[in-house]
């Protein structure tokens, strides 16, 4: 009994401290619309800013104390130089495109905090006055860990009454159900947006010093923590700060209690719980309905036409020239292409969804790598050759498909995004967990194509006709009778179904056909590498899809080929040059969001636009 | 659309296309020998930046004694981000375009086992330097795949031979939920279940690697109340583990066993919260004054301005060896490479070592001991060094564990 009270409590004080990075996040999100990847590296910074100034700092409780707000100071201020300097020039780019933003701000902020605090993990000191344990019910509970079961609800009520008290919290919750409107009232929602990104960052430093007396500092921290918080926003619902808190009450006592039947469960609760709430209730606990941020006057999402003359003869010169180079590359130029040609078409597959169909996916890492699975254990079970194991691909990811779309397709927006990346992560978790038959985290191995493709140029040329056929056919697709159809149920649903689009349905299909592609692109994917590991499933996976299709240009249809070339022809060469190719990558990334805020391929058609 | 469009698109991917046309560098005869090196040097920095420094530096070593065959050692370092896909594909640009002579690298053992299988498909030799995955050598081994740390097995029989010492009966065990975790634990049980009839395991917690809740964990091990632990978390799991069991007097009256807390690369950031009295495998780098180890520190702080980790000797040792291989073998030619690595005995920093014949696993041994805190920060005292020759399976066991012919 004793010891039930005692794991409770351990679960609130996690909560706490989950709830403190979610808030920021949800404050963000709920009015700026922005998913703030670098959430996670601004609560790193925190952390590692506090230890730089409680170690060099007076000592004592001054020096400690004092040392944790400084660095809430300048995590603040840090959150302000980015809001000003990246995302302010952005808020009127495509959904999402802040994403690629912050994404960039993440790797160079991986290098830079490598390069000042050096690869050791860093351990803080305990805080003076809270160090030692108190006594509840005969058993030793630390007294810092009781400190943060405080914290949580007396952020909560601040947060609360800043708010519901103030003008400015007034104005916030007005922004965030309906910013246009805000703007229209005179409200100059610039400094508002900046102030809310500021209050979120200072909320990301808080939770990050605060781990100081608790857990050790490591350069893992950002990317573990980003993604446990935005399923804590979502859980809760959107710019819903009482609903995070719920959330992450929830989480932290199912964790401590979850362990205990299941000591395993850790990998893949919280994305259990996402899912289970998202199918039960599509706007997560407390979440409401989003309103839809009224796009600009004029600018909403562009007609797609299919491509002029020019860009015809364009594009086949580039098939031309994909056909006809590679008798001329180097072996390696050869597995170069091949992995471009391979991502060319994840690129496309997930375009398909997030472009016409306006469904982003933060999981399309699940059929990608549910192909290449579908293709290793058909050989390890069955021993079928490459040419099932290739037929196997797209079909396993397409079932999956069926299965996780009939969930999605009922979502709309980040919620949608949120339950492919539940889907993904819960796929990844079987992968890594059941080793007698995907042999965990260690992979499949030996998954080599047959004899005949065996060499690399026959093989590269297979991959080639398989990519470029399928990026292709989605293309076909998207001006078919039934792109028109999800094209008109993205833009208008109501007006869809009242001309007789069963718009639910559409959408479905094309869940599925976008998984069946990936599934087709990872199964090659699998022969290309000669074996299948859980990394194929992953977030990181999901996140260059992403990245691939925001950076060509979404509302374009060469987007997410020029994206994908781009992307992987840029990783691949800096991390050839150079050790801080994160820092070069990112801030390459950064430096195209602000030239081409349309993106590469969109920022093409916008030039020729204006040529004409 | 006019050819404004061409232009940009044709920018866009430029980057993509110059990767394609990347040049082939020729083999020059009697030019240096050239190891590829792969490792997941951003997502491992704490091990592997020591990794790499002591790599240099002992390829400097090497050089200034003349190279090897009469040519330099050269390396081309490639970092594969932790993620296996990635490791292959730099295996095929080390090997087509820079025109390695040889493999070497693997921290994980996911990437080590992927590039196992790119060397025996290509018939390359890989010299896996830290990957601890059992099967490298064993179920997965191949003939061209040589590993030369300690593997799980024989850490975990290291730490076995200290615990059946131990009175206690009731065990715990904590480990981070990957390959690794589950086989140390697995081998642990075993082995200890072996000599010790008599020992139960009450209790298990399999957190999540880099993501320990580490309160409800202590509390959920201790409900248990075992009499003694084996802990395989390490890095930042560790250090969690570690400060809440402290406050909560997880570790008071127990027995702890633990893998890999004696090398610094663990032990040092825990600082003065270093716990007492653990029994586990290490690197006590300060106290170690054999005259091999002595001249290594020495050279090592000299180059590089601080002191080895553990990281630090095994990429020293990966050089030496690779070095006596060619030396031995007197060619570049793989297929002589491994007979020549088979068998092959060095003196190492921490003595002499063999690549076994039977299943191309090193004898390189741990240090095994207690931990203390002396000065501020934990320390290994009472340490012995294991030879891992005396940890390894009987040849016949070995030989079931690995296909044979390889």
């Known amino acids: 009994m004793e010891f039930l009270v005692l794991q409770a409590l351990s679960g609130l004080a996690s909560a706490s401290s989950l709830f403190l990075v979610a808030a920021g996040l949800s404050l963000i999100f709920g009015v700026t619309r922005i998913v703030n990847f670098a959430h996670g590296s601004l609560y790193m910074l925190g952390a590692y800013l506090a230890w730089t100034f409680v170690e060099h700092g007076p000592g004592g409780a001054l020096g400690f104390w004092g040392g944790i707000a400084a660095a809430v ?36 902020v ?50 609360w009454l800043l708010l519901n008290r103030t003008r400015w919290g007034t104005l916030v919750r007005a922004a965030t159900q309906d910013r246009e409107m805000v703007g229209a009232l005179g409200v100059d929602h610039r400094r508002l947006f900046t102030g809310v990104f500021v209050l979120g960052s200072a909320l990301a430093g808080l939770a990050g010093a605060l781990q100081l ?48 039947v299941f000591p395993k469960i850790t990998l893949v609760l919280v994305f259990l719980v996402m899912a289970v709430v998202l199918v039960l209730r599509p706007h997560g606990l407390l979440g409401r309905p989003q309103a839809e941020a009224r796009a600009p006057s004029g600018a909403g999402e562009p007609v797609l036409r299919p491509a002029t003359r020019p860009v015809r003869i364009l594009g086949t010169v580039a098939l031309l020239c994909a056909i006809a180079l590679p008798p001329f590359l180097g072996d390696y130029g050869r597995v170069v292409m091949i992995d471009m040609a391979i991502l060319v078409l994840f690129a496309a597959s997930l375009h398909f969804m997030m472009g016409p169909g306006g469904m982003a996916s933060f999981g399309h890492a ?47 927006g980040v919620y949608l995004a949120m339950l492919t990346l539940a889907f993904a992560q819960i796929a990844w978790s079987v992968a890594f967990q059941w080793v007698e038959v995907t042999g965990g985290d260690n992979g499949l191995l030996g998954v080599w194509p047959s004899d005949w493709a065996r060499d ?33 149920g993205r833009d208008s649903p109501l007006r869809a179904e009242a001309i007789g689009i069963p718009v639910g349905a559409v959408r479905w299909a094309a869940f599925v056909i976008a998984a069946v592609m990936a599934g087709l692109a ?74 081409f805020p349309a993106g590469l391929a969109g920022a093409a058609a916008a030039l020729a636009e204006r040529r004409r | 659309m006019p050819d404004i469009a061409r232009r940009t698109l044709l920018a866009g991917s430029a980057a993509g296309l110059a990767a394609l046309a990347a040049p082939r560098t020729g083999r020059a005869q009697g030019g240096p020998i050239r190891i590829g090196e792969i490792n997941s040097y951003t997502s491992q920095p704490a091990f592997l930046q020591p990794y790499r420094n002591a790599w240099i530096l002992a390829q400097e070593q090497v050089n200034a004694r003349g190279g090897v065959l009469g040519r330099p050692l050269e390396t081309v370092f490639r970092d594969d981000a932790g993620k296996p896909e990635d490791a292959v594909r730099f295996a095929g640009e080390l090997l087509s375009n820079e025109r390695v002579d040889l493999l070497a690298g693997g921290f994980l053992s996911n990437v080590g086992l992927a590039l196992a299988d ?66 140390a634990v697995r081998w642990f049980k075993e082995l200890l279940a072996k000599v010790r009839p008599d020992v139960t395991f009450v209790a298990e917690q399999f957190p999540a690697l880099g993501r320990i809740d580490a309160g409800a964990t202590v509390q959920a091990l201790a409900a248990a109340n075992p009499e003694a632990l084996f802990n395989v978390t390490f890095g930042a799991d560790l250090t969690n583990f570690v400060r809440q069991g402290n406050v909560r007097g997880l570790f008071e009256r127990r027995s702890v066993v633990s893998m890999l807390t004696g090398e610094p690369e663990y032990l040092d950031p825990l600082r003065d919260e270093a716990p007492e009295g653990w029994i586990v495998t290490g690197y006590p780098w300060e106290e170690l004054n054999t005259p091999a180890h002595a001249a290594f ?7 590089w301005n601080e002191p080895p980790r553990l990281g630090s000797v095994v990429a020293h040792e990966t050089v030496t060896a690779i070095a006596a291989a060619l030396a031995r073998a007197g060619t570049t030619d793989n297929e002589r490479l491994v007979e020549a690595f088979r068998g092959l005995r060095y003196d190492g920093v921490f003595g002499p070592v063999e690549f076994r014949a039977i299943d191309h696993q090193s004898t390189l041994g741990a240090f095994v001991g207690r931990t203390a805190l002396r000065g501020g920060r934990g320390r290994m005292v009472d340490w012995r060094y294991a030879d891992g020759a005396a940890y390894l399976p009987p040849d016949e066991v070995v030989r079931t564990l690995r296909p044979q012919g390889t």
């Not at chain 1, 980015?82 to 912050?102: C, G, K, S």
């Not at chain 2, 490298?136 to 730490?159: D, I």
Request: hydrophobic content about 55%; overall charge positive.
């Open chain 1, 73 to 108: 100071a300048a995590t603040a201020l840090i959150g302000a130089v980015i809001e000003i300097l990246l995302l302010r020039r952005i808020y009127r780019a495509p959904e999402l495109f802040q994403l690629l933003a912050t994404f960039g701000v993440v790797l160079i």
């Open chain 1, 110 to 159: 991986q290098d830079l905090a490598l390069a000042i605090w050096g690869p050791q993990d860093l351990l803080g000191p305990r805080a003076p006055g809270l160090r030692g344990p108190i006594t509840i019910l005969g058993q030793r509970f630390p007294l810092y860990e009781a400190f943060l079961i405080l914290v949580g609800p007396a952020v909560l009520a601040l947060l």
């Open chain 1, 213 to 260: 007396p608790r857990e050790g500092l490591s350069l893992h921290m950002d990317l573990a923590v980003v993604t446990e918080a935005f399923v804590v926003v979502v859980v809760g619902g959107l710019g819903s700060v009482g609903g995070a808190f719920l959330a992450a009450v929830l989480i932290g006592q199912l964790h401590a209690f979850g362990i205990l």
């Open chain 1, 366 to 412: 699940a059929p990608f790598g549910i192909g290449a699975y579908g293709s290793a254990l058909a050989l390890k079970l069955a021993g079928a050759p490459m040419e099932v194991g290739l037929a196997a691909a797209p079909f396993a990811a397409g079932l999956a498909g069926v299965a996780f779309g009939w969930f999605c397709v009922r979502l709309s």
């Open chain 1, 456 to 488: 690399r140029l026959v093989y590269l040329y297979l991959t080639l006709a398989l990519c470029l056929g399928g990026t292709l056919l989605l293309r076909r697709a998207i001006f078919s009778p039934f792109g028109m159809a999800l094209r008109a």
């Open chain 1, 522 to 595: 990872g199964g090659l994917f699998a022969y290309a590498k000669g074996s299948v590991f859980p990394t194929y499933l992953s977030i990181s996976k999901s996140v260059d899809g992403l990245v691939m299709v925001l950076l060509g240009g979404v509302r374009t249809i060469s987007g997410p080929i020029v994206g994908a070339v781009a992307f992987t022809g840029l990783e691949e060469q800096l991390t050839r040059v150079t050790d801080l190719w994160r820092l070069v990558l990112g801030l390459a990334i950064v430096g195209l969001v602000l030239a």
């Open chain 2, 118 to 183: 790119v060397a025996r498909q290509n018939r390359r030799l890989f010299v896996a330097s830290e990957p601890l995955a059992d099967a490298l050598v064993w179920s997965q081994g191949n003939r061209y795949t040589f590993r030369l740390r300690p593997s799980t097995y024989m850490q975990a029989a290291m730490l076995v031979e200290e615990a059946a010492k131990l009175p206690a009966r009731r065990w715990a065990v904590v480990a981070p939920n990957y390959e690794y975790g589950q086989s």
């Open chain 2, 297 to 303: 520190r020495d050279a090592y702080r000299r180059r």
